[in-house]
């Protein structure tokens, strides 16, 4: 059963930081690409950032480039996503995700059909 678990969520004021994690179990971690998605109430869940099985291809959203930076330690069965420069429009739940294969394929790395399994989310909020 594989089983994907955030952490590392909480209250920030804005310009601070946090790190999220996102630990992996169930399958071969390194045969698949990882991502973060996330979703503010009210609001469709949005791309934040991705990679794919090595960490060497990396993907953002345009208001996440200079401030978010994705990677994975496949040593660990863990993605991470380091947030810098938080602003209060970040505030969201915070979702990891597991790829259908290694590597994506042209832009399917912001969508969410190309992913097959979730985690159940942290809380990020950041106050101004």
Do not use: H
């Amino acid at each position: 059963q594989v089983q994907l678990v955030e952490s590392g969520g909480g209250l920030v004021q804005a310009g601070g930081s946090l790190r999220l994690s996102c630990a992996a179990s169930g399958r071969t971690f390194t045969n698949y690409a990882m991502a973060w998605f996330r979703q503010a109430p009210g609001k469709e869940r949005e791309f934040v950032a991705a990679l794919n099985w090595s960490g060497l291809s990396t993907y953002y959203a345009d208001s996440m480039k200079g401030r978010f930076t994705i990677s994975r330690d496949n040593a660990k069965n863990t993605a991470y996503l380091q947030m810098n420069s938080l602003k209060p429009e970040d505030t969201a739940i915070y979702y990891c995700a597991s790829g259908r294969g290694p590597f994506y394929s042209g832009s399917d790395y912001s969508r969410t059909t190309g992913y097959n399994y979730w985690g159940q989310g942290t809380q990020v909020t950041v106050s101004s």
